[in-house]
Nanobody, 124 residues
Framework: QVQLVESGGGLVQAGGSLRLSCAASGRTNNNAAMGWFRQAPQKEREFLAAISWSTRITRYADSVKGRFTISRDGVKIIVYLQMNSLEPEDTAVYYC?????????????????WGQGTQVTVSP
């Protein structure tokens, strides 16, 4: 079992920045991949970014490339999502997820563990 706890969400004005954190505990391993997804009301869950724990390979959705950056702290087993130039369209619940892969997966079904989510609201 892997437990994931997100933090760092909140309310920010358009153009602002937030950094989300996801702390992992439990049975993690070097083949782990960590991803960030979001889900806005009445929309499907959307992939944002992912990182492989061992290779540090990162992947991004086109919608956030250049604005969001995923990184990890190998000692503390924390994954971050730095979000810059936020727009009202970025308003959603943001989820951290854990899966496996030397190249991190892109789809939600490839991640077996999920955090509880953290709300991000971007005002105009």
């Amino acid at each position: 079992q892997v437990q994931l706890v997100e933090s760092g969400g909140g309310l920010v004005q358009a153009g602002g920045s937030l950094r989300l954190s996801c702390a992992a505990s439990g049975r993690t391993n070097n083949n782990a991949a960590m991803g960030w997804f979001r889900q806005a009301p009445q929309k499907e869950r959307e992939f944002l970014a992912a990182i492989s724990w061992s290779t540090r390979i990162t992947r991004y959705a086109d919608s956030v490339k250049g604005r969001f950056t995923i990184s990890r702290d190998g000692v503390k087993i924390i994954v971050y999502l730095q979000m810059n130039s936020l727009e009202p369209e970025d308003t959603a619940v943001y989820y951290c997820a854990a899966g496996r892969g030397m190249v991190p997966p892109l789809t939600s079904r490839e991640y077996g563990y999920w955090g509880q989510g953290t709300q991000v609201t971007v005002s105009p």
